[in-house]
């Protein structure tokens, strides 16, 4: 059973390129979230979404940034116009389907190493 | 959010039982306690969550407290391959982000 599969493993863009982040959630996960991780600090959330919707992007920051979770393929992390500041791991997890009072551990994968030079 | 309180560090020598405290004092009653690690930058692991009973898998032991104010997570068999940072994280419910404070770094001594 596969686990969270995320690509690139490691990103370079210069300033002002976009970088596209994608993650391919754990067999028969409906939900994905992102975090991102700067240099010497702890994770943060961004972004959690499931399958055509956005259910809460308040960890994101307002411009450049923007997620998906298209019907079919992986979710997308994209990044505008990078800049040096944008350079962390970036992190997603997906868990199973939730129901309201449950518990659903977060599994993550690898992450992606985006460096902007 | 509940707020969670580690130790920064904290030392185990190899094949002895490691023992990570957490507070969470704040923790709410419909909140559990999630343990996660993540060893040198990789994506952090699941380990063991818990409401309020002790659970126990293949990884660890999750031990709570009658009052929910403070937990521990045990290691039976430390390996050096247990060396990493250890998040205590409350959450879950209605609360889907998992906050990552600073958590334990542990290290398994040969």
């Known amino acids: 059973n596969a686990g969270v599969m995320q690509n690139p493993r490691h990103l370079v863009r210069r300033r002002g390129q976009e970088a596209r982040l994608r993650c391919s959630p754990m067999?028969?996960?409906?939900?994905v979230y992102w975090y991102r991780q700067l240099p010497e600090e702890g994770l943060k959330f961004m972004v959690y979404?499931?399958?055509?919707?956005?259910?809460?992007e308040s960890g994101m920051p307002k411009e450049r940034f923007s997620a998906e979770f298209p019907k079919e393929g992986p979710s997308i992390l994209r990044i505008q116009q990078v800049v040096r500041g944008d350079s962390a791991a970036y992190f997603c997890?997906?868990?199973?389907?939730?129901?309201?009072?449950?518990?659903?551990?977060?599994?993550f994968g690898p992450g992606t190493r985006l460096t902007v030079t | 959010d509940a707020k969670t309180t580690q130790p920064t560090s904290m030392d185990c020598a190899e094949g002895r039982a490691a023992n990570l405290p957490c507070n969470h004092s704040t923790i709410s009653g419909n909140e559990y306690v999630y343990w996660y690690r993540q060893i040198h930058s990789q994506g952090p692991q699941y380990i063991i969550h818990?409401?309020?009973n002790n659970e126990t898998n293949e990884m660890a032991s999750l031990i709570i407290t009658e009052d929910r104010k403070s937990s521990t997570l045990i290691l039976p068999h430390a390996t050096l391959r247990d060396t990493a940072v250890y998040y205590c994280?409350?959450?879950?419910?209605?609360?889907?982000?998992?906050?990552f404070g600073k958590g334990t770094l542990l290290t398994v001594n040969p």
């Open positions: 994280i409350v959450g879950g419910g209605s609360n889907y982000k998992l906050t």
């Open positions: 818990g409401l309020k």
């Open positions: 979404l499931q399958k055509e919707n956005i259910i809460d």
């Open positions: 067999k028969g996960h409906s939900h």
């Open positions: 997890a997906s868990s199973a389907r939730r129901t309201s009072g449950s518990s659903y551990e977060q599994y």
